[in-house]
């Protein structure tokens, strides 16, 4: 369970996230979702460290922790990139297995058997050898996806998943959001399909773009 | 003709004497510019502003005065100083010094070029910065950079030439030597035809590699 409480954030004066709080349980998903601008993405990058917020507390299954100093493997935040940010000069196997290899020193046998089974479930046993440019975007990520479910988090993220797909996608996304969570897994959507978020969403949180912005 | 081929077999061993100083600063310039451009490169690119002030005086310093000047300056303007070096040490500290000055600004607009993304994306999956560094964004700086690389080591080849301004023996003064005693165009010739073999040879070695690196875009 993620626990958020009182996020602050401004760039350069101007306030895009004002007191925001959210809770997510464990195998639950809470969508995130507001018009462009609103501050979204913003909230999933301070969620995910990549962003310090001005102010606020997270908690992770009741222990305080501080997303952007958080460099260990407790507490693992996962992320699925609009882009899928993908590294193009790795294999699929490969931009699987780096992270668990250096991050949970993991040893290449051990990361590469876990990796494989990802990627059977995601229905992509047949890429493993293959590069990133030679992937759909679909496909591409589904990569993302198992290259994130490889390093084993408590939650994970997506940035506006159906938007850099073909429409005719967006259900594959939804079924496959719902086959983690199934598994288990939490996960937090940031959005701008309402549609979307309504279809897949246990829990939904909207932000709304500041007032003066 | 006889007389010439006869000729060219002569001095043929003195030129191959002078390729191969030629050659060994060629190596040893490459093998330590290139590192040390690399690291000068993510200096330039550090947030500690008191680094990045240095290395920019020293690449606006390496870049902004002949190759030639920093090479006398090196051998015959030390010593003032009581920094004595040897002739080849001398060639090899003023050659790497330049072409590291050159390889950073080089890799920086490689690093620059790699997305912010992809820095990100190591974030998040928890590489730290030297894994980061290594494994992600060096391997794809590398195929980035390699064409301009490329045009730096074909340079380094005839720069290399400059060394016969501190009395080193290397290809182009072999010839000359040559060219003076003997009063014939003949040994400068070859000279220019060994340093197109070089050049040649060094292209087709970079087109390899840049073909290794070609197996994704």
């Known amino acids: 369970m993620l626990e958020a409480a009182n996020i602050n954030k401004s760039f350069d004066g101007t306030q895009v996230l004002n007191n925001i709080s959210l809770e997510v349980d464990t195998g639950k998903i809470l969508c995130i979702v507001g018009p462009s601008g609103a501050g979204k993405t913003t909230l999933l990058r301070i969620i995910t460290g990549l962003e310090k917020a001005d102010t606020g507390q997270f908690k992770i299954d009741g222990k305080a922790f501080d997303p952007e100093s958080n460099t260990t493997n407790e507490a693992m935040i996962g992320v699925v990139f609009q882009d899928f940010r993908l590294f193009p000069h790795l294999n699929v196997l490969e931009n699987i297995t780096l992270a668990p290899q250096l991050a949970l020193h993991q040893s290449k046998a051990e990361a590469n058997a876990k990796a494989k089974e990802i990627l059977t479930q995601l229905g992509l046993e047949d890429k493993a050898d293959i590069y990133p440019f030679q992937l759909s975007g679909g496909q591409k990520q589904r990569v993302a996806i198992a290259r994130a479910l490889a390093l084993n988090p408590k939650i994970l993220c997506y940035d506006e998943p159906t938007s850099a797909l073909d429409p005719g996608l967006r259900e594959s996304v939804a079924q496959l959001i719902e086959r983690l969570k199934a598994q288990g897994m939490t996960q937090i959507v940031v959005t701008h399909d309402m549609e979307f978020a309504q279809n897949i969403a246990d829990k939904i949180l909207t932000v709304k773009p500041n007032r003066e912005a | 003709m006889d007389g010439v081929l006869k000729y060219m077999l002569e001095i043929l061993p003195s030129l191959l004497q002078g390729t191969k100083l030629t050659l060994g600063l060629f190596a040893i310039t490459l093998v330590l510019a ?119 080591v074909i340079n380094l080849v005839k720069d290399s030439s400059l060394v016969y301004v501190i009395g080193l023996g290397d290809l182009l003064r072999a010839g000359n030597v040559a060219m003076v005693r003997d009063v014939t165009l003949v040994p400068l010739l070859m000279v220019g035809a060994i340093y197109l073999a070089l050049t040649a040879l060094f292209t087709y070695l970079l087109r390899k590699v840049e073909q290794h690196y070609s197996y994704y875009h």
């Open chain 2, 34 to 152: 290139l590192p040390i451009g690399a690291l000068v490169s993510l200096g330039l690119r550090s947030r500690f502003k008191p680094i990045q002030w240095i290395l920019k005086f020293y690449v606006w310093l390496m870049r902004g005065t002949p190759l030639l000047l920093q090479l006398i300056f090196i051998f015959y303007g030390l010593p003032v100083l009581h920094i004595y070096f040897e002739r080849f040490s001398a060639a090899g500290f003023a050659f790497v010094l330049n072409y590291a000055a050159y390889f950073a600004e080089i890799f920086r607009g490689g690093f620059q070029s790699v997305p912010e993304g992809q820095f990100e994306a190591a974030r998040v999956l928890r590489l730290n910065y030297s894994q980061t560094i290594r494994k992600i964004v060096l391997p794809q700086v590398t195929k980035i950079v390699l064409p301009s690389v490329g045009n730096e």
